[in-house]
């Protein structure tokens, strides 16, 4: 599998849009594949990282969201779900997973029916330890401004209090696992 040409498939080479897609996932790929290799006793797929990193936001093109220059129809928090979608109908099950369940630290039934997320109704945190690795890299890089300067830790326990102590909770249990 070649994650970039699924992207490119996908999006204008070159455009606003890629530059913004490719240049975070490039940076959490690198941090995601530094994880693994620094805990080998994870035991983990490297080559599924590499490639399910490069892919995990391949449905924010679905999305409104303008600042990154996304014009579709669904708010932004259905890039996981329309990502899982669009994988899956290209034959990548696995990879598909990671779209969906890297938003937060995931988010389970009752997190999507307590704050009415327009989401499908499942379970939608991350399982495998590849998954969680991704998910983690993910919170450190923003899809505006420098996007290959990583975040602190602090700023993005603040910005995850903002979705409840569980969230902060997962993140710190990461940031032990993981760092």
Same mark, same amino acid.
Not at 89 to 98: I, N, P, Q, R
């Given at each position: 599998?070649?994650?970039?040409?699924?992207?490119?498939?996908?999006?204008?080479?070159?455009?606003?849009?890629?530059?913004?897609?490719?240049?975070?996932?490039?940076?959490?790929?690198?941090?995601?594949?530094?994880?693994?290799?620094?805990?080998?006793?994870?035991?983990?797929?490297?080559?599924?990282?590499?490639?399910?990193?490069?892919?995990?936001?391949?449905?924010?093109?679905?999305?409104?969201?303008?600042?990154?220059?996304?014009?579709?129809?669904?708010?932004?928090?259905?890039?996981?779900?329309?990502?899982?979608?669009?994988? +899956?109908?290209?034959?990548?099950?696995?990879?598909?997973?990671?779209?969906?369940?890297?938003?937060?630290?995931?988010?389970?039934?009752?997190?999507?029916?307590?704050?009415?997320?327009?989401?499908?109704?499942?379970?939608?945190?991350?399982?495998?330890?590849?998954?969680?690795?991704?998910?983690?890299?993910?919170?450190?890089?923003? +899809?505006?401004?420098?996007?290959?300067?990583?975040?602190?830790?602090?700023?993005?326990? +603040?910005?995850?209090?903002?979705?409840?102590?569980?969230?902060?909770?997962?993140?710190?249990?990461?940031?032990?696992?993981?760092?």
């Amino acid at each position: 599998m070649n994650p970039q040409e699924i992207i490119d498939k996908y999006y204008q080479p070159g455009s606003p849009l890629w530059t913004v897609l490719v240049e975070h996932s490039m940076a959490v790929t690198k941090m995601a594949l530094s994880i693994a290799q620094n805990h080998p006793e994870l035991k983990t797929d490297i080559q599924f990282i590499k490639e399910a990193s490069m892919l995990h936001d391949i449905g924010i093109f679905y999305t409104n969201a303008p600042d990154l220059h996304c014009v579709g129809d669904k708010p932004y928090i259905c890039h996981g779900y329309m990502g899982r979608e669009l994988l +899956k109908k290209e034959g990548y099950t696995l990879h598909a997973l990671v779209c969906e369940r890297h938003t937060g630290t995931g988010l389970s039934v009752e997190d999507i029916k307590s704050q009415n997320l327009p989401l499908p109704l499942r379970d939608m945190r991350p399982q495998s330890i590849e998954e969680q690795i991704i998910c983690f890299a993910d919170k450190f890089f923003s +899809k505006s401004g420098n996007l290959m300067q990583p975040k602190s830790v602090e700023k993005i326990r +603040k910005s995850m209090a903002k979705h409840g102590q569980k969230q902060v909770d997962q993140f710190d249990r990461w940031c032990e696992q993981f760092l």
